[in-house]
């Protein structure tokens, strides 16, 4: 079954920019979806198809997918930005949702 | 506004059987695949199953399927999981999930989830 990997945690200082990598065999020719999950809070759709944001999602908030790893870029970090962030895709050739393991950002 | 709420969770034995409700409103449920979604405590996402528009499409999860199943009843707006044979394993905050379209896609919306709890 496909693998999506993540790293366990990222740190950053506010302000600057916070990169989450999530790799996967040729996850390039995969559409990528992004949640963010705050404590004890349901997740929330932060980035869809690779790079699309919904209303509401800060500009501060991007997304890349080329080759084996897809990347959410957090510009100016901001301490409400902490929190857990999963990626998603769709394999077709298993008809299975997968999540990546989730990375913690931490904001120092 | 798009609201989902799951019941029917609570602690129950090994082996025995629970069946997860969820409540759908502020959208044609009809027009959507909805899905179950979980979170061991401490744990990250697992995705459990998936139903589409008219149920003619449904999978499962490697760790549930045999033992979950899931339903939908778009006269009640309601999606259901009906889960057999109960593992400590399967102990999780249960997230019920609207997708973004009629088939399998990504999650638009999330309730906020019925605790399952599984021990002796």
């Known amino acids: 079954s496909y693998v999506l990997t993540q790293a366990t945690s990222v740190s950053v200082a506010p302000g600057q920019t916070a990169r989450i990598t999530c790799g996967g065999n040729?996850?390039?020719?995969?559409?990528v979806h992004w949640y963010q999950q705050r404590p004890g809070q349901a997740p929330v759709l932060v980035v869809y198809?690779?790079?699309d944001r919904p209303s509401g999602i800060p500009a501060r908030f991007s997304g890349f997918n080329s080759g084996n790893t897809a990347t959410l870029t957090i510009s100016w970090v901001e301490a409400g930005d902490e929190a857990d962030y999963y990626c998603?895709?769709?394999?077709?050739?298993?008809?299975?949702?997968?999540f990546g393991g989730g990375t913690k950002l931490t904001v120092l | 506004e798009v609201q989902l709420v799951e019941s029917g969770g609570g602690l129950v034995q090994p082996g025995r059987s629970l069946r997860l409700s969820c409540a759908a409103s502020?959208?044609?449920?009809?027009?959507?695949?909805m899905h179950w979604v979980r979170q061991a405590p401490g744990k990250g996402l697992e995705w459990v199953s998936g139903?589409?528009?008219?149920?003619?499409?449904?999978a499962y999860a490697d760790s549930v399927k045999g033992r979950f199943t899931i339903s939908r009843d778009n006269a009640k707006n309601s999606l259901y999981l009906q889960m057999n044979s109960l593992r400590p394993e399967d102990t999780a905050l249960y997230y019920c999930?609207?997708?973004?379209?009629?088939?399998?896609?990504?999650?638009?919306?999330w309730g906020q989830g019925t605790l399952v709890t599984v021990s002796s």
């Open positions: 502020g959208f044609t449920f009809d027009d959507y695949a």
């Open positions: 198809d690779d790079s």
């Open positions: 139903i589409n528009w008219n149920s003619g499409s449904i």
């Open positions: 999930a609207k997708d973004i379209s009629g088939d399998p896609d990504y999650f638009h919306y």
């Open positions: 998603q895709v769709w394999d077709s050739s298993s008809d299975h949702v997968v």
């Open positions: 040729n996850i390039g020719s995969k559409s």
